[in-house]
């Protein structure tokens, strides 16, 4: 008997191979796999990551040349005059003469800046690696929301059954009761009674089918959709306690968030250090190809053009410039610092959500294994109730009784693995390990 009773307990829970999907229905597997090719937030992690290598290119710019092409005509003008006096001839006026058509050829090329560009490269080298394993984090993340997220709406759905099945359980004993008034057996007493745990069961599947269709409109903003028709199909899994045994926080090397974390602030340090080198002088080498024209301005005119040329090295040395790069070099190492804080706040709280979440998977667990029974033995007594009442041992009332506290058990037993999945995943999520 007792087994039978575990069979009827089984189905009416859902706990069974689900049926192969249809177009219109949605399954675990196939809400994650949606998920993750249209989620917006992995798009931006992956658009972040991509800048970020292009950041890395761009400080390759302190390592190699420039070069700039630069071509004038100009097509009108009024030259400056330079007076001169010449001894015996008197003051004479000579125009400054402009080249009408000049194209300027300049290379430049650092060769010292006290390695301020190799450690902007180490930097954006660093902030490309955080933004990478980032980017697999939220993949990982937006995954694991999805999962709990789809068994939440799965729940809610199968919460919503068991309410509307306590209603129409409650209706029918509504009937029965009004029909044993007009026979003299029940009292206004028995109706009242009844009529009041009605309204409370028809106030229940309200909120149950709000609480289906909220958790149903969030999985569908998970899966980059303004809204979600299809039915979900599949079970609640039953976990055990000893899914959890392997998981560990392992020095936190499989949190993708916190590598990310302590990558950033290695790439702060690296900037911080590049910004502190505004006091070291700076070497370049510098070219210049001038071909001009400063005797006609007919063009094309080759006769006309003529070429000069310039090589040299250049020192900049930066001794003062109102504060601007202390300021900067300060912001860098407080930014640095702020990252550091904020990666120990972070592991902080992991090991704490360990903690916590692990304790709450073995009480979910436990919760879940004592509702079964609770299931198994509501129904056990439903089916005493019902034969006590055929001999007139029990009352209606006493059936009533016991179908609502076989109702109120299967929903705990829902509620458990519910708190049980969300518990699992949120340990996932703190350990970075897949555990479910």
């Not at 490269?121 to 937006?142: G, H, I, S």
């Not at 029965?176 to 026979?183: C, Y």
């Not at 071909?291 to 040329?309: E, G, H, K, L």
């Amino acid at each position: 008997m007792a087994l039978i009773h575990l069979v009827l307990i089984a189905s009416s829970l859902s706990f069974g191979l689900s049926p192969r999907p249809s177009v219109d229905q949605l399954s675990v597997e196939q809400a994650v796999s949606e998920g993750l090719g249209r989620s917006p937030r992995i798009d931006v992690a992956h658009s972040i990551s991509e800048e970020s290598q292009w950041k890395k290119t761009e400080t390759l710019s302190g390592f190699l040349p420039t070069l700039q092409l630069l071509g004038t005509d100009i097509t009108s003008q009024n030259y400056m005059l330079t007076p001169v006096t010449m001894p015996g001839v008197g003051a004479l006026s000579f125009p400054n003469i402009v080249p009408t058509y000049n194209f300027t050829l300049s290379a430049q090329w650092s060769i010292f800046d006290g390695f301020a560009s190799t450690n902007n490269y180490l930097a954006a080298r660093a902030d490309m690696r955080a933004a990478e394993n980032n980017f697999n984090w939220v993949r990982f993340k937006t995954e694991k929301d999805i999962t709990v997220q789809f068994y939440r709406a799965l729940g809610a759905q199968m919460l919503k059954d068991v309410a509307e099945q306590n209603l129409k359980t409650i209706e029918d004993h509504l009937r029965d009761v009004h029909l044993f008034k007009k026979a003299g057996v029940s009292t206004n007493y028995d109706v009242l009674r009844v009529e009041v745990q009605t309204s409370e069961a028809r106030s229940e599947v309200l909120n149950a089918q709000d609480n289906a269709d909220i958790a149903k409109q969030k999985l569908a903003e998970l899966l980059g959709e303004e809204s979600e028709t299809r039915s979900l199909v599949g079970e609640l899994p039953v976990l055990k306690p000893e899914k959890i045994q392997s998981s560990a926080l392992n020095s936190f090397s499989q949190r993708g968030d916190l590598q990310a974390l302590q990558q950033k602030s290695e790439g702060l340090d690296y900037a911080s250090s590049a910004a502190n080198r505004y006091w070291v002088p700076k070497i370049s080498l510098f070219g210049n190809y001038i071909y001009y024209n400063n005797i006609s301005t007919v063009f094309p005119d080759s006769a006309s053009f003529r070429d000069a040329y310039q090589v040299g090295v250049t020192l900049t040395w930066n001794l003062f410039d109102g504060m601007a790069s202390i300021a900067r070099g300060q912001e860098s190492a407080e930014r640095k610092y702020q990252a550091e804080k904020t990666l120990r706040i972070a592991k902080l709280g992991a090991v704490n959500d360990f903690e916590m979440w692990k304790r709450k998977y073995l009480y979910y667990c436990s919760i879940y294994k004592f509702r079964i029974s609770d299931v198994e033995k509501s129904a056990e007594s439903v089916r005493l109730a019902k034969e006590g009442h055929r001999v007139g041992a029990r009352t209606n009332t006493d059936i009533l009784d016991a179908e609502s506290e076989l109702f109120r058990s299967r929903a705990g037993a829902v509620n458990a693995q519910i708190g049980a999945i969300e518990a699992l995943i949120n340990l996932e999520l703190t350990t970075g390990q897949r555990l479910f």
